[in-house]
């Protein structure tokens, strides 16, 4: 006596594969930047991403790393400029290729990072600019959300295409059981 | 009339919806909402089951979760599951269900002849067949063949399973009066609620016994509450069952989207398993009633007076023509009142007590106080009553029995949850108390009875929660409940079993055909404990877990002892509270992704070299490249010899691999590493090993020296996970000051390790701009257009280079070196070949020689230590490390017959093992079996011949202990 679903799925969550970006972490000594330092502003707290000029996102991954994310042809630019800056406050490190990333659109995006994962993804105070770490059907991964409708999900290449599937296939789940 | 939840409510069955189904194979009609057994029920069939050892014939006892006797395989192919109760699958077209437990068919089962030897296989009675004479060889077959409950499907589920994540502020687990209210109370004070209900509908008790509430109808009241707890952002969930309460607040839930062998509706799974973590938990699952023993009340048409009710009222499925009600509380009165008010005759209301709720029962119904039902008269269905009363024994006509033996409050998540119980001697029943976690019980559960009660004590536990979270209570009083029914008022303690009944069949658990013969029986062999009651009688265990069956069981063994159920005691709850498929536990984690599958960055590039795959913990890596006719022996030599007379390459993206930077990298390395490396000129390596704490070798790999300020670190495939954690450790713990950072490459960059003595003309030829760097240095340079980080190093003493490069750039370079690779007369090789290489060359890995228990000496790698200063260095300290007879390296040549990986190391034949072969391979370019090993007393043993064997396997030969060591011991072969 289970009511039967008649509803017709016309917004489907989708799945998209993000092009291969620059990937370069910033880590300091001190656990917070030094305000006077000409690049602290660029870095945004733990926990939260904020977008930075010429298409670079970045986003506080633990109290005192970040990780910059950007166009693939600026990257030696973004390093070298980057050691200039603080040459003596911590070290820039050229991750490129560590992480894939995935972008989700639509309005299920929260119900369908709780399939499988462990974290709060539909707590209201998970807002645009939140970033966090987790794990998702067994995987590390690490979401930033860029708006209502939208959500990136940063795995580990090896992963990717394990990911994708899980995605793709509780997409459909999700889209169907709430339309 | 739709209710809250989309579906019709309470007797309001949409009866103009004909439903076809099948039961053993016969087609019936049922009405939409109706359960298999109220079909069945509402078409005159009355025997659903048989028992499970005697095969007696069995009709429903309950009409919910607690049901214990119609159990039957529902669906086909993959769908089938067994053992569903008939009371828990709801009509849908085409249900098709059979019944088990019998043969030839239900109506006429051989099986019951076991009736005819009941005397001979009572509790426990296979126990005794372990004692003497083999007697339990002989019967075994016997036993086995009738044991278990229903038959597994045949086929594979066809079905996908979801597993979910939830969190909310308060999860109220039962959608009775008790459970509404408090999810109401919880909803106003703007709580995000989640609301669970096993059944197909809210309602709870208000299904079978209606009601006003607040003046509105219970179903629209229902309607209400759930609109207000969805408002709040919160859920509703009916046909989904808290499976189980665990540590931190988690509850287990099981949605169902589709009953038992129904196909989900498309594009659902046909289940949902939600990890629920609530922030408090009100309990609110309701009561289920007690059976009453007597003689043959596993009779067909005996039922429990809750049941009657439900199929009266609810689904409008007269459970009888004429019924005796009996019973020890007000239930009885009730029931009588329901069950008139569906044209059933009331035979007679047998009242085990002196006095009762007789108010309007006393004028229309015969009551006998003071009695109570003896036995039951009929065949595979109910004729009569034989009744007990102060004036004597009487004998009355009935097809319908509903009994009453008091309510046993539902505690099955308070106490997984870690909570405790008390007696309520009045009930006749454990409650809830000293809650452990975030829990409250409420309503009926919580041993508070009636519908005011209920109501109120759930608008109470929802407050409460609330108010735990620091939120300001709703305001105003509690719902309202008027029912145009008597409510129960009193209740006393259930009679026991007559002195004139027959116990061998008054059954106090009807699943698993446990009698009070039975109990009595356990009692008079010395079984004291509840524990082992259960265990030898079978009692509370199976599918329904002793819901109807426990405390009338424990009731019966303490009369034995004189004692109360109380001290006798009550076995312990585990989840699942109801059984739960074993796809909905697996989730998507099925086929393909019952693991994470990692591939290479390469993956596409050993495909179209028709790589054969080998898992590598997650991984997915090229065993080998087999050509037409060979299998992987062969490949693995064909490629190894490519290795040793040309070049090779080999895919070692897998290597765990870290980026130490900063002011005082050195420093930390030389915390890490047990060699020296801080010392290292920049563009220089070093092999090295990492211990563990205790000294042991945890893991071995190379540092390599990139700027003033800048290393690379490589360790094993396997470890890389575990190092991650042991560098971050060691970075936040052990070494907070140092200016350090350790950022982990494993995925940024892709490996690849050319191998032979070719390799430096291919790097000559192929790498822009450098000169190939000598062993153990390092050179940036670009390979087909892609920057490149060239390392002189080798794991198969070739001269060797491993060429790291950005991942998703790693597709040309492989290319590029594959080219020169073939042009030479070399290809790729895989890991199969790998280990002949490493193993000819003596070098040890993670997982064999390296096995959690070696310490560098044993390994042979004392001289690489230095003085002070790493990890592990006290503990190595230990004079135990230094024992000269401990399990130490060393290398194995075959002398004759086998030797195989993980093969004991004898002295003589027979003698206990003195060490084992942690690898084995052949050498590449002649013939003869080689490994390497870990052997009492190490190399002090060089020349020996020694026995290997593996049992197991049936293999053994003799090996003779050398040097581990094999090819190129001077080291020439991998300088320039």
Redesign the interface.
Same mark, same amino acid.
């Given at each position: 006596? =289970?009511? +039967?679903?008649t509803a017709t799925?016309i917004d489907a969550t989708l799945i998209e594969v993000e092009p291969?970006a620059a990937?370069i $972490?910033v880590?300091i000594?001190a656990e917070v930047p030094d305000a006077r330092e000409p690049w602290a502003s660029l870095l945004p707290p733990f926990g939260v991403s904020q977008d930075l000029e010429r298409g670079w996102r970045a986003t506080g991954v633990e109290l005192a +790393?970040w990780w910059l994310i950007g166009p693939l042809d600026q990257r030696s630019r973004q390093l070298a400029f980057l050691a200039e800056q603080m040459p003596d406050s911590?070290?820039v490190?050229?991750?490129? %290729?560590? =992480?894939f990333s995935i972008r989700i659109i639509g309005g299920r995006w929260r119900s369908l990072l709780?399939? %499988? %994962?462990?974290?709060?993804a /539909?707590?209201p105070g998970f807002g645009i600019g939140s970033s966090v770490g987790t794990l998702l #059907? #067994?995987?590390t991964v690490r979401y930033d959300v860029l708006s209502d409708d939208t959500v990136i999900v940063h795995v580990?290449?090896?992963?990717? &295409? #394990?990911l994708l /599937? #899980?995605l793709r &296939? $509780?997409a459909?789940?999700i889209?169907?059981?709430e339309p | 009339m739709t209710s809250a939840f989309g579906t019709t409510y309470g007797g309001d069955i949409d009866r103009s919806r004909a439903i076809a189904f099948t039961f053993d194979g016969k087609t019936f009609h049922g009405r939409s909402g109706d359960t298999l057994a109220a079909a069945l029920m509402a078409d005159d069939v009355r025997l659903l089951g048989r028992g499970f050892k005697y095969h007696r014939p069995r009709g429903l006892l309950g009409a919910g979760v607690e049901e214990p006797n119609a159990l039957v395989g529902v669906g086909v192919g993959g769908r089938f599951e067994p053992n569903t109760r008939a009371t828990d699958v709801f009509l849908y077209e085409g249900l098709t269900a059979v019944s088990q437990n019998r043969w030839p068919s239900l109506a006429f089962d051989l099986g019951a002849l076991n009736q005819a030897i009941a005397r001979f296989i009572p509790a426990g009675f296979y126990y005794k067949t372990f004692f003497g004479g083999g007697t339990w060889k002989r019967v075994e077959p016997f036993i086995r063949a009738a044991a278990g409950l229903g038959r597994p499907p045949t086929a594979g589920d066809t079905d996908t399973f979801l597993h979910r994540a939830a969190f909310c502020d308060v999860l109220v687990v039962g959608s009775g009066p008790a459970g509404l209210a408090a999810a109401d109370a919880a909803a106003r004070a703007g709580a995000r609620v989640f609301l669970v209900e096993q059944d197909a509908l809210a309602g709870g008790a208000l299904l079978r016994d209606p009601a006003e509430i607040d003046g509105f109808p219970g179903e629209q009241w229902a309607a209400d509450v759930g609109g207000r707890v969805r408002s709040g952002g919160g859920r509703v969930l009916t046909r989904t069952t808290a499976s189980g309460f665990h540590d931190h607040g988690l509850v287990a839930l099981i949605q169902r989207h589709a009953e038992p062998g129904e196909p989900p509706p498309p594009g659902f799974p046909a289940q949902t398993r939600w990890a629920l973590r609530a922030r408090r938990v009100v309990l609110a699952q309701g009561s289920i009633e007690r059976p009453l023993l007597f003689s043959g009340n596993d009779r067909p048409g005996v039922m429990l007076a809750s049941a009657a009710r439900t199929y009266a009222q609810r689904f409008r499925a007269r459970p009888g023509r004429r019924a005796v009600i009996a019973g020890c509380d007000d239930h009885v009165y009730l029931t009588a009142s329901s069950l008139a008010a569906a044209g059933v005759e009331i035979a007679a209301i047998v009242d085990s007590r002196d006095t009762g709720d007789q108010r309007d029962a006393q004028r229309a119904f015969p009551i006998h106080r003071g009695s109570q039902i003896v036995s039951t008269v009929g065949g595979r269905a109910l004729r009569a009553a034989v009744i007990a009363t102060p004036a004597g024994e009487l004998r009355i006509a009935c097809d319908l029995i509903a009994m009453s033996g008091g309510q046993t409050p539902v505690v099955h998540l308070h106490m997984q949850a870690g909570g405790g119980l008390a007696w309520d001697a009045s009930a006749g029943a454990f409650t809830p108390i000293g809650p452990r976690q975030n829990q409250d019980s409420a309503g009926a559960g919580a041993g508070r009875h009636g519908l005011a009660v209920a109501l109120a004590d759930g608008w109470r536990a929802g407050g409460d929660a609330v108010e735990a979270l620091g939120l300001a209570k709703a305001g105003g009083a509690p719902p309202a409940g008027r029912s145009d029914r008597p409510a129960p008022a009193a209740a006393g303690s259930p009679p026991g079993l007559h002195a004139s009944a027959n116990a061998k069949t008054a059954f106090v658990d009807f699943q698993n055909d446990v009698t009070a013969a039975d109990i009595d029986l356990a009692w008079r062999e010395g079984y004291r404990s509840v524990e082992h009651l259960k265990r030898y009688t079978t009692l509370g265990m199976a599918t329904d877990q002793g819901k109807t069956s426990n405390l009338v069981g424990m009731t019966r063994m303490a009369e034995a002892q004189s004692r109360t159920p109380p001290d006798v005691g009550l076995t312990t709850f585990r989840p699942p509270y109801t059984p739960v498929t074993l796809g909905a536990l697996a989730g998507l984690a099925v086929g393909d992704h019952v693991a994470p599958r990692r591939r290479l960055p390469l993956h596409d590039a050993h495909l179209a070299e028709n790589a054969f795959w080998q898992p590598s913990g997650y991984w997915s890596r090229p065993r080998s490249y087999r050509q037409a006719g060979e299998d992987h022996a062969k490949a693995a030599l064909r490629e190894a010899r490519a290795v040793r007379l040309a070049v090779g390459m080999v895919d070692v993206s897998t290597l765990a691999k870290f980026d130490v930077s900063g002011p005082d990298a050195g420093q930390f390395l030389e915390l890490i590493c047990a060699t020296s490396v801080a010392r290292l000129k920049v563009g220089r390596g070093r092999y090295t090993v990492m211990l563990r704490e205790d000294g042991v070798v945890a893991d071995d790999g190379t540092v390599w020296r990139l700027g003033k300020n800048r290393f690379l670190m490589t360790s094993s495939t396997g470890g890389a996970e575990v190092m991650a954690h042991r560098l971050s450790y060691a970075r936040h713990v052990l070494a907070p000051a140092l200016r350090v950072t350790i950022t982990p490459l494993q995925e940024a960059w892709a490996a690849i390790a050319l191998a032979g003595p070719l390799a430096r003309s291919l790097m000559t030829e192929i790498a822009e701009g450098i000169e190939p760097p000598p062993h153990m240095s390092s050179a940036a340079a670009a390979i087909a257009g892609e920057r490149v980080l060239i390392l002189g190093a080798s794991y198969s003493g070739e001269r060797a280079f491993e060429v790291y490069v950005s991942s998703f750039a790693a597709a040309p370079v492989w290319s590029a070196l594959l080219a020169g690779c073939r042009a030479r007369g070399g290809g790729p090789y895989g890991l199969d070949a790998m280990d002949l290489l490493r193993i000819e060359k003596g070098h040890v890995v993670v997982g064999a020689e390296i096995d959690g228990r070696v310490s560098p000496h044993d390994l042979g790698m004392a001289t690489l230590l230095r003085a002070n200063g790493f990890i592990g260095y006290g503990a190595l300290q230990r004079p135990d490390f230094r024992r000269l007879d401990r399990l130490r390296l060393v290398g194995l040549e075959g002398v004759e017959g086998a030797l195989p990986e993980g093969a004991m190391l004898t002295d003589r034949p027979g003698a206990r093992p003195s060490g084992h072969v942690t690898s084995a391979g052949v050498r590449t370019l002649c013939d003869g079996a080689i490994g390497l090993g870990l052997l009492h007393g190490g190399l002090d043993r060089r020349g020996e011949i020694i026995e290997v064997t593996s049992p197991t396997r049936g293999l053994r030969g003799r090996v003779r202990v050398v040097e581990p060591l094999f090819h190129d011991p001077e080291g020439d072969r991998y300088r320039d």
């Amino acid at each position: 006596m =289970i009511p +039967r679903a008649t509803a017709t799925v016309i917004d489907a969550t989708l799945i998209e594969v993000e092009p291969a970006a620059a990937l370069i $972490a910033v880590d300091i000594w001190a656990e917070v930047p030094d305000a006077r330092e000409p690049w602290a502003s660029l870095l945004p707290p733990f926990g939260v991403s904020q977008d930075l000029e010429r298409g670079w996102r970045a986003t506080g991954v633990e109290l005192a +790393r970040w990780w910059l994310i950007g166009p693939l042809d600026q990257r030696s630019r973004q390093l070298a400029f980057l050691a200039e800056q603080m040459p003596d406050s911590g070290t820039v490190v050229d991750m490129t %290729g560590a =992480i894939f990333s995935i972008r989700i659109i639509g309005g299920r995006w929260r119900s369908l990072l709780m399939v %499988g %994962g462990v974290f709060d993804a /539909e707590d209201p105070g998970f807002g645009i600019g939140s970033s966090v770490g987790t794990l998702l #059907h #067994h995987m590390t991964v690490r979401y930033d959300v860029l708006s209502d409708d939208t959500v990136i999900v940063h795995v580990a290449p090896s992963y990717a &295409q #394990h990911l994708l /599937e #899980h995605l793709r &296939q $509780a997409a459909a789940m999700i889209d169907a059981m709430e339309p | 009339m739709t209710s809250a939840f989309g579906t019709t409510y309470g007797g309001d069955i949409d009866r103009s919806r004909a439903i076809a189904f099948t039961f053993d194979g016969k087609t019936f009609h049922g009405r939409s909402g109706d359960t298999l057994a109220a079909a069945l029920m509402a078409d005159d069939v009355r025997l659903l089951g048989r028992g499970f050892k005697y095969h007696r014939p069995r009709g429903l006892l309950g009409a919910g979760v607690e049901e214990p006797n119609a159990l039957v395989g529902v669906g086909v192919g993959g769908r089938f599951e067994p053992n569903t109760r008939a009371t828990d699958v709801f009509l849908y077209e085409g249900l098709t269900a059979v019944s088990q437990n019998r043969w030839p068919s239900l109506a006429f089962d051989l099986g019951a002849l076991n009736q005819a030897i009941a005397r001979f296989i009572p509790a426990g009675f296979y126990y005794k067949t372990f004692f003497g004479g083999g007697t339990w060889k002989r019967v075994e077959p016997f036993i086995r063949a009738a044991a278990g409950l229903g038959r597994p499907p045949t086929a594979g589920d066809t079905d996908t399973f979801l597993h979910r994540a939830a969190f909310c502020d308060v999860l109220v687990v039962g959608s009775g009066p008790a459970g509404l209210a408090a999810a109401d109370a919880a909803a106003r004070a703007g709580a995000r609620v989640f609301l669970v209900e096993q059944d197909a509908l809210a309602g709870g008790a208000l299904l079978r016994d209606p009601a006003e509430i607040d003046g509105f109808p219970g179903e629209q009241w229902a309607a209400d509450v759930g609109g207000r707890v969805r408002s709040g952002g919160g859920r509703v969930l009916t046909r989904t069952t808290a499976s189980g309460f665990h540590d931190h607040g988690l509850v287990a839930l099981i949605q169902r989207h589709a009953e038992p062998g129904e196909p989900p509706p498309p594009g659902f799974p046909a289940q949902t398993r939600w990890a629920l973590r609530a922030r408090r938990v009100v309990l609110a699952q309701g009561s289920i009633e007690r059976p009453l023993l007597f003689s043959g009340n596993d009779r067909p048409g005996v039922m429990l007076a809750s049941a009657a009710r439900t199929y009266a009222q609810r689904f409008r499925a007269r459970p009888g023509r004429r019924a005796v009600i009996a019973g020890c509380d007000d239930h009885v009165y009730l029931t009588a009142s329901s069950l008139a008010a569906a044209g059933v005759e009331i035979a007679a209301i047998v009242d085990s007590r002196d006095t009762g709720d007789q108010r309007d029962a006393q004028r229309a119904f015969p009551i006998h106080r003071g009695s109570q039902i003896v036995s039951t008269v009929g065949g595979r269905a109910l004729r009569a009553a034989v009744i007990a009363t102060p004036a004597g024994e009487l004998r009355i006509a009935c097809d319908l029995i509903a009994m009453s033996g008091g309510q046993t409050p539902v505690v099955h998540l308070h106490m997984q949850a870690g909570g405790g119980l008390a007696w309520d001697a009045s009930a006749g029943a454990f409650t809830p108390i000293g809650p452990r976690q975030n829990q409250d019980s409420a309503g009926a559960g919580a041993g508070r009875h009636g519908l005011a009660v209920a109501l109120a004590d759930g608008w109470r536990a929802g407050g409460d929660a609330v108010e735990a979270l620091g939120l300001a209570k709703a305001g105003g009083a509690p719902p309202a409940g008027r029912s145009d029914r008597p409510a129960p008022a009193a209740a006393g303690s259930p009679p026991g079993l007559h002195a004139s009944a027959n116990a061998k069949t008054a059954f106090v658990d009807f699943q698993n055909d446990v009698t009070a013969a039975d109990i009595d029986l356990a009692w008079r062999e010395g079984y004291r404990s509840v524990e082992h009651l259960k265990r030898y009688t079978t009692l509370g265990m199976a599918t329904d877990q002793g819901k109807t069956s426990n405390l009338v069981g424990m009731t019966r063994m303490a009369e034995a002892q004189s004692r109360t159920p109380p001290d006798v005691g009550l076995t312990t709850f585990r989840p699942p509270y109801t059984p739960v498929t074993l796809g909905a536990l697996a989730g998507l984690a099925v086929g393909d992704h019952v693991a994470p599958r990692r591939r290479l960055p390469l993956h596409d590039a050993h495909l179209a070299e028709n790589a054969f795959w080998q898992p590598s913990g997650y991984w997915s890596r090229p065993r080998s490249y087999r050509q037409a006719g060979e299998d992987h022996a062969k490949a693995a030599l064909r490629e190894a010899r490519a290795v040793r007379l040309a070049v090779g390459m080999v895919d070692v993206s897998t290597l765990a691999k870290f980026d130490v930077s900063g002011p005082d990298a050195g420093q930390f390395l030389e915390l890490i590493c047990a060699t020296s490396v801080a010392r290292l000129k920049v563009g220089r390596g070093r092999y090295t090993v990492m211990l563990r704490e205790d000294g042991v070798v945890a893991d071995d790999g190379t540092v390599w020296r990139l700027g003033k300020n800048r290393f690379l670190m490589t360790s094993s495939t396997g470890g890389a996970e575990v190092m991650a954690h042991r560098l971050s450790y060691a970075r936040h713990v052990l070494a907070p000051a140092l200016r350090v950072t350790i950022t982990p490459l494993q995925e940024a960059w892709a490996a690849i390790a050319l191998a032979g003595p070719l390799a430096r003309s291919l790097m000559t030829e192929i790498a822009e701009g450098i000169e190939p760097p000598p062993h153990m240095s390092s050179a940036a340079a670009a390979i087909a257009g892609e920057r490149v980080l060239i390392l002189g190093a080798s794991y198969s003493g070739e001269r060797a280079f491993e060429v790291y490069v950005s991942s998703f750039a790693a597709a040309p370079v492989w290319s590029a070196l594959l080219a020169g690779c073939r042009a030479r007369g070399g290809g790729p090789y895989g890991l199969d070949a790998m280990d002949l290489l490493r193993i000819e060359k003596g070098h040890v890995v993670v997982g064999a020689e390296i096995d959690g228990r070696v310490s560098p000496h044993d390994l042979g790698m004392a001289t690489l230590l230095r003085a002070n200063g790493f990890i592990g260095y006290g503990a190595l300290q230990r004079p135990d490390f230094r024992r000269l007879d401990r399990l130490r390296l060393v290398g194995l040549e075959g002398v004759e017959g086998a030797l195989p990986e993980g093969a004991m190391l004898t002295d003589r034949p027979g003698a206990r093992p003195s060490g084992h072969v942690t690898s084995a391979g052949v050498r590449t370019l002649c013939d003869g079996a080689i490994g390497l090993g870990l052997l009492h007393g190490g190399l002090d043993r060089r020349g020996e011949i020694i026995e290997v064997t593996s049992p197991t396997r049936g293999l053994r030969g003799r090996v003779r202990v050398v040097e581990p060591l094999f090819h190129d011991p001077e080291g020439d072969r991998y300088r320039d």
